[in-house]
């Protein structure tokens, strides 16, 4: 059984950089395709990146603007969510999610989803 947990979250300052981490204490990641989506209060989760098994094809959400990287480690069995540049509208809370399906994946229908972690980016 799959369970992602989330960790790297906290206060960071504008235009300043932080790294995600999810790892799978399961030790399977490597079978699945990653992703990270963000929720703001009152809003929808949405789509921030996702990496496929191989790790080469990578898709981003339009806000990141080449702000993030996402990348994975089946050997540490961890996927991260490298930020740089933050600004005060990336503030929410990041979950990690996993699927055997990008595209599933891609459309927050993924079969499996970390607790999240918060990101609070002040100014």
């Known amino acids: 059984q799959v369970q992602l947990v989330e960790s790297g979250g906290g206060f960071v300052q504008a235009g300043e950089s932080k790294r995600l981490t999810c790892v799978d204490s399961a030790r399977s990641l490597g079978n699945y395709v990653m992703g990270w989506f963000r929720k703001f209060p009152k809003k929808e989760r949405e789509f921030v990146a996702a990496i496929d098994y191989s790790g080469r094809a990578t898709q981003y959400a339009d806000f990141v603007e080449g702000r993030f990287t996402v990348s994975r480690d089946d050997g540490e069995n961890a996927v991260y969510l490298q930020m740089f540049n933050l600004n005060s509208e990336d503030t929410g809370v990041y979950y990690c999610?996993?699927?055997?399906?990008?595209?599933?994946?891609?459309?927050?229908?993924?079969?499996?989803w970390g607790r999240g972690v918060q990101v609070v980016v002040t100014s």
């Open positions: 999610a996993a699927d055997s399906e990008f595209r599933l994946l891609v459309n927050g229908r993924a079969n499996y």
